[in-house]
Each structure stands twice: as C-alpha cells, then as structure tokens.
C-alpha cells in the first residue's frame, strides 16, 4: 500500500491508510501518556509514518495538509535544501515575551526544555527585528505575535530523510489529565485527497510607504548622513499594502510561492485566525548541526536577464561593480566578528559569486565553522541577528537610524524565523515576505543604502524583490 502513488488512489483507499495512521497514532498516544511516570522526558514525541518518498513525489502535500485544517494556530516551514519540511497544528507548548530585550531568556528557556526533553522535539518560531523605540515593541499590526514567540506544536506532519511522518508532541507532566481532549483533537485532523487551487486575486487599491517622494527624500538625507557620522551602510526598508476585494488566502499564497520561488526558504506563521506572516526567503541566518555551523552573507543585487547571455552580463557586472561589492562586504565583516567569537575555526568563500533566483541574483559569501564548547543558540541568535544585510553597518547605530526613517513598523520582517531542536536548528531571515490580514496584504522589502546608491535604483530594486511575491497573489 506504502508504494502507490497518491494520484492513482481512490477515496476510499485514501481514507483507509489515513484513517490507519491515525489510530496507531492514538495508540501510541495513549501508551506514552500511560507509562508516562516511567518516562524521564518532559515533552514527549510520537510518531507514525504516513508514505515513503520513494513511493512517488506524489506522497501527501504537508502545506495541502495544513491548509484543510480547522485550527487557528498553524506553522509551515520547508527548507531551502529541500531536505525538510513541516506543518505544524495547535500548540502543546507556547513561550512569549512582548520585549525584544528578554529575547536570550526565551531561547535560554527553551534549550533548559529540551534538554529535559526526547529526540526530535522542535520549537518553530521568531523573533522581530529590533526597534529603537519602546525596546522593540510591536505596533497593532503585529501584536499577535510578540517580540518573539516559538511553539512546541500538537500536531505535525514532517517530511523527512525520504519519509513523511505524523506527529504527536506531548507534555507528559500535564497531558495525563488531558488524554480524552488530545485524542478528540486528533479525531479532527482532516487529511484531503486533493486540494483545489484558489484562483488569483486583483488587488483594489495599492499603498506604497512611503511614496517615492518620501523615499527619495529618505535615500538623500541618508546619504548626506554618511558625511556626518560613523555610519556605512543602512537597510532601508518599504512597506507596500495591497487591498483585495474578499479576504486574503494565505495558504494559496504559499503554495504559489512554493512553486514560483525556488532556492528559498518558505515559511507560515499564523497565530491567529486571518492574520499570517509568510514568506521566501534566500537569506539563511545560520544552520546549526550539534557543533557545525553554516551562515551566508547576502547582499548586493541586480535583475535577472531575459535570457543567458544577458544573464550572464548583468552576473559579470554584478561582480564587478563597485557600490554592490561594498555593500556586500559589510555585511561579510559583520557575520565574520560574530562568528570569530563563538567559533574554534571558520572558513569563508573568499572571493563572491552569485545566487541566482527567479527574478534577481545577488552576490553571495558562505561561512562554515566549529563552534567553541558550550555556545547556545541564545549566544548565536544575539550575535548574528539582525545582521548587516538587513540593519546596516555599524549594526547599533543603523538600527537607531532605521526607526527614524520608515514610516512602519517592521515587525517580523527581517527578523529571524526558524526552529531549534536539541542538537540542531536552523533559521533564515524574514525578507521577501508579507503580513495578511483580512483582506490586506502588506508586503516588506529593502535596499542597502551606501554611498553611490541613488532613489531610483534602490526603489527598482525594492520593486524586483516583492514581484515574485505579487506574482503569486494576482497569477
């Protein structure tokens, strides 16, 4: 049965293998909430396995999966890599703080709980970028979810190492006394045979903030900033707020970017009902594997071309042009200060060269390191985030300045966003990404300012990072 492939299942066949998965899971269930006393793990996991990979690439869509679900608290998160991908449903457990600077408390938190807790247990979440005024604190737009929230959530499906998974987290100090209300919630997981495509929305009406008089007026007076104080670079961001006529699909967003946006991270946040932080980012902050640590630097931009010769010329000129190279280089500077100081050794690409994505391509360093005994990810998150890429250079005063000029609030764009596991974790950086809300969908996006950028150019640019996310919006 593990070896058809889901297009050529009927209904009821379907129905049949989910149905079984769901009451081995319930056993499994039951069982560890039984023998929980003789368990010494504080957050339990259980798993059932759904298909093997290698029966087709058809097996179960994780992201059709989570979008046919009732519940209102729902994480998506898929890779880059293609090596890992899960969504995630309600909440067994759930950290929070509303003050960006108790953020190495939380995540300080959350390694004590996994150390108390079994293999494979994942906490999803974020964290926004840091604002100068009132410590970070979110504005309506985004209080429902924090200055940092991560999840430890009820149910999963997780595509893994060839194989997908249905999975169960459980508390095992106080699910005991919630047995029956855990296997009702299990009993309404819904899981689809297909799922129909949404048709594309036309927006209404279009916000850019600001407009390009204020942009320009922002790009000048920070460049002659420049002149008058010890700041390099700043990340200038834009806010764009589109308004559709009916209530904005967030999941059919998500798929479209899935498909449209490859070699980028992908990710869902939803902690209420109508309100979803998503995104494809390219950007990775950092990969943690026990001791092994990957980050990147990626900045400076250009469009792709209309076909490989041009292509090719615009990466040649990307790589030569001498504005784009010292933006890109700040942002070097500052992932090699942190990682210097929590790593034994690193290497770094030398020279830059290109990732290519659907609509730009960008100068990209990549790092790998060996991290010193006992450095956290509490340690590392402080250190790297946000990095130069998406802040500026130097990091404290280019935050200070940002908070001067937009006229928005950030949020959780250009924070951190990912996941951390006992022995590993891994997080991209919330860029090319938008908040839902109702019926309005506002998209964040930035340029580097250094000297040599100018209006125009940087507003292009801005204008070429949100299109594939638009694309996926209006088809």
Not at 219 to 224: E, F, G, H, K, N
Request: charged share 30%.
């Amino acid at each position: 049965m593990e070896n058809q492939n889901l297009s050529q299942l009927t209904d009821k066949t379907y129905t049949t293998i989910f149905a079984m998965a769901k009451e081995a899971l319930a056993n499994k269930i039951e069982r560890a909430l039984a023998e929980s006393i003789a368990i010494t793990s504080l957050f339990h996991r259980v798993a059932v396995p759904i298909l093997s990979s290698s029966s087709s690439s058809e097996t179960i869509s994780p992201l059709n999966w989570l979008s046919a679900q009732e519940n209102e608290q729902k994480i998506y998160w898929a890779d880059r890599d293609n090596l890992f991908e899960s969504a995630t449903i309600g909440e067994c457990a759930s950290l929070e703080i509303e003050n960006l600077d108790e953020r190495h408390r939380l995540v300080e938190k959350i390694e004590r709980l996994l150390r108390q807790s079994s293999d494979n247990i994942r906490f999803y979440g974020g964290m926004r970028f840091p604002s100068d005024s009132e410590s970070g604190a979110n504005s309506e737009d985004w209080q429902a979810f924090g200055a940092a929230k991560f999840v430890l959530p009820r149910f999963e499906l997780v595509r893994e190492t060839g194989q997908t998974l249905f999975v169960c987290n459980l508390n095992l100090q106080t699910d005991r006394a919630a047995a029956d209300k855990i296997l009702s919630e299990l009993k309404s997981v819904r899981f689809e045979l297909s799922s129909s495509e949404v048709a594309a929305q036309e927006f209404e009406v279009r916000t850019d903030l600001p407009l390009f008089d204020g942009w320009q007026s922002n790009v000048r007076a920070i460049l002659d900033d420049f002149n008058r104080s010890k700041i390099e670079k700043i990340v200038l961001a834009r806010r764009s707020i589109f308004e559709f006529k009916d209530r904005c699909d967030a999941f059919a967003i998500m798929k479209r970017l899935s498909k449209t946006t490859p070699n980028c991270f992908h990710y869902l946040f939803q902690p209420a009902k109508d309100i979803s932080f998503l995104g494809a980012s390219p950007e990775r902050l950092y990969k943690r594997i026990d001791k092994s640590i990957e980050s990147e630097a990626i900045a400076g931009t250009c469009r792709r071309g209309i076909d490989e010769i041009e292509d090719s010329h615009l990466g040649d000129e990307l790589l030569s042009d001498d504005k784009e190279k010292r933006e890109h280089q700040y942002v070097v500077q500052n992932i090699k200060a942190a990682l210097e100081s929590v790593c034994e050794k690193i290497d770094f690409d030398k020279t830059e060269s290109l990732f290519k994505l659907a609509r730009v391509q960008h100068l990209v360093t990549r790092f790998t390191g060996s991290l010193k005994e006992n450095v956290t990810d509490s340690r590392i998150l402080n250190l790297l985030h946000p990095t130069a890429a998406v802040g500026g250079f130097p990091s404290e005063l280019a935050q200070k300045r940002i908070s001067e000029y937009e006229p928005f609030d950030r949020g959780w764009y250009a924070g951190a966003i990912g996941w951390i596991g006992r022995d590993s974790a891994e997080f991209a950086v919330g860029i090319r990404s938008g908040l839902v809300a109702g019926k309005k969908l506002s998209l964040y996006s930035g340029a580097g300012i250094v000297k040599g950028s100018t209006p125009q150019r940087e507003w292009d640019e801005i204008e070429s990072k949100i299109g594939s996310f638009l694309n996926a919006v209006t088809g």
